[in-house]
């Protein structure tokens, strides 16, 4: 049976992304980016609302998903680090996107198979359209590793931006239906593969950034949710 | 008669029978060159209005009070940049190209709907937006669905179907609103009463009886490319929008809105078209801020879109290499 905790965290990292990949609409570099982005972001979105509506399920105390997402404070997110980081310039958000996309993928495809009818029906849905997101990744981070000069520069400072919250993703996490230290290796696999077609060397190990899953969050995080959470809570028991 | 001036001749001849027969106009077609101009003119304007229309209605994405709301919301922000590709692609039929396009309007060369100069202040104008500003676009836009130019008619199909989808979910929006909390229906009235003239506004100037103010509504209507005037697409709008008010329990800001029984229509209160003429000139709340936000994502953008050219001349010379 599916943790809370764990649906939580899941539910989490979808939303806090979909959130930050909302920011690029209407300021991506072409109109194909915007319509990719938006989408990108509302199938993460879903993903989040079935997740968080399953957490406040299994939690029992009648939080469905906007209780859970709106009336949390940042250290009651469970969130890893990685999607909360600001957008940065298209090349980060094309790392972080590479990154998360292919751990969302080893996950969710694993997680077909979950015991839970729920989660597994999640998975069934979200790892076709994680598959998307990982390919659109992909297709950028080829195209800007080994496009000109300057989108080389960004593509390397991008993925030094997002390395040191790669650990996070991998680290053991008591009542997962998936042992996130089995997704580690496919991982690689994968990333390394698309780095090395790019022509870009894997980042040098750095000390990893970690805590969200824990509630310790960095400074972006509080913004992020002022910005997601105001006008809901402005209005307590207002329905919209 | 000199044989080219002949030649030109049946080539208008049969553009006209083409027209005047209610058919459409295709691509490789002859046309009057100023036919072409006024379609590229009339589609980019579209087209940049759905891209710069994006921008108000994403102030609210981040916001959004509920998830289903900011999915909503997501889905319908990217309807429209999705809208936007089909007209760009549709005036590249007549032989410019989305760069230039985009060039023109991020150069003040051309225009878009001086709708989105409006400030969205709180969320009910998101509602007001879908309920309003899409009321008066569908309005406007289903007689295109019939215009003479076949890939402009046809883009304008699909768009219309969304359009209406948007119309009713931002209804709905602000149906929720006016059931709500006595807050969130101040915020809706508030809403309609700052949209309500500029709704108005978006079918331009009048075009009929002694107020005809030279514009192009005679010959376009000639070309098949408008099919009712400015005057009458207004009145159609109020007299759909009226009942629609009173299911939601909002009051439309004029005195003198009523229905007149001897017209068949509601009798209502010109916008101030001076408002107009100023805010298509430049001087609304966010034209300033509507352009630079445009021109900055372009040109933060123009490095990611170098980089894609280069890659894709990369690959091309790569699979060159390995068929040689």
């Known amino acids: ?240 | 008669m000199a044989p080219t001036d002949q030649r030109t001749d049946d080539r208008e001849a049969a553009f006209y029978a083409i027209v005047d027969s209610d058919g459409r106009i295709e691509p490789r077609d002859d046309m009057p060159e100023a036919y072409r101009r006024t379609l590229i003119r009339q589609i980019a304007q579209h087209a940049h209005s759905e891209i710069i229309g994006m921008q108000p209605e994403g102030n609210w994405i981040s916001r959004a009070p509920s998830l289903r709301r900011k999915a909503i919301l997501l889905a319908k922000v990217q309807d429209e940049a999705g809208h936007g590709l089909y007209l760009y692609a549709a005036a590249e039929t007549l032989g410019v190209s989305r760069d230039q396009l985009l060039d023109l309007l991020h150069t003040r060369k051309q225009k878009y709907s001086s709708i989105f100069n409006y400030p969205t202040l709180t969320w009910a104008d998101v509602g007001a937006i879908g309920w309003l500003v899409d009321g008066a676009a569908i309005t406007n836009q289903v007689p295109l669905t019939r215009c003479s130019y076949g890939p402009y008619a046809r883009a304008m199909v699909r768009i219309c179907k969304e359009e209406s989808f948007h119309q009713r979910q931002g209804f709905e929006s602000l149906l929720t609103l006016t059931r709500g909390s006595a807050a969130q229906k101040a915020m809706a009235q508030d809403a309609l009463d700052r949209w309500w003239y500029p709704s108005l506004a978006m079918f331009g100037p009048p075009d009929t009886g002694e107020q005809v103010s030279g514009g192009h509504t005679e010959q376009s209507m000639r070309w098949g490319i408008k099919r009712f005037s400015n005057d009458e697409l207004r009145q159609r709008f109020v007299d759909m929008t009226v009942p629609q008010s009173e299911v939601l329990g909002l009051t439309i800001p004029d005195p003198d809105l009523r229905w007149n029984d001897e017209r068949g229509h509601y009798d209502f209160t010109a916008p101030d078209y001076d408002e107009l003429f100023r805010v298509i000139k430049g001087d609304g709340p966010c034209n300033e801020q509507r352009l630079r936000h445009r021109v900055e994502a372009h040109e933060d953008g123009a490095w990611v879109r170098e980089a894609a050219g280069a890659y894709a001349a990369k690959q091309q010379a790569k699979r060159a290499e390995a068929a040689a």
């Open chain 1, 1 to 240: 049976m599916t943790t809370q905790r764990y649906a939580l965290a899941l539910g989490d990292d979808a939303l806090i992304l979909a959130q930050r990949l909302g920011e690029w609409v209407a300021r991506a570099p072409e109109l194909e980016e915007d319509v990719a982005l938006a989408n990108i972001a509302l199938d993460l979105l879903g993903q989040a609302r079935t997740l968080l509506t399953y957490a406040g399920e299994l939690e029992g105390a009648g939080r469905d998903e906007d209780a859970l997402a709106y009336w949390r404070d940042d250290r009651d997110f469970r969130n890893v680090l990685l999607v909360e980081l600001p957008n940065g310039d298209f090349a980060v958000t094309m790392a972080r996107q590479l990154v998360f996309a292919a751990y969302q993928y080893e996950l969710y495809d694993r997680l077909r198979g979950s015991a839970d009818e729920t989660v597994a029906a999640v998975a069934g849905k979200a790892v076709k359209e994680v598959h998307y997101h990982r390919d659109h990744a992909t297709q950028w981070v080829l195209r800007l590793g080994d496009g000109t000069d300057e989108s080389r520069r960004r593509m390397v400072a991008g993925l030094e931006t997002v390395w040191p919250y790669v650990d996070e993703l991998f680290e053991p996490f008591d009542g997962a239906d998936v042992d996130p230290t089995a997704l580690r290796e496919p991982w690689t696999a994968y990333v390394h593969g698309v780095l090395a077609e790019a022509g870009l060397s894997v980042p040098e190990p750095t000390a990893s950034r970690r805590g969200g899953r824990d509630g310790l969050h960095t400074e972006h995080l509080g913004y992020l949710l002022a910005e997601l959470q105001h006008l809901h809570r402005s209005h307590p028991g207002a329905t919209w």
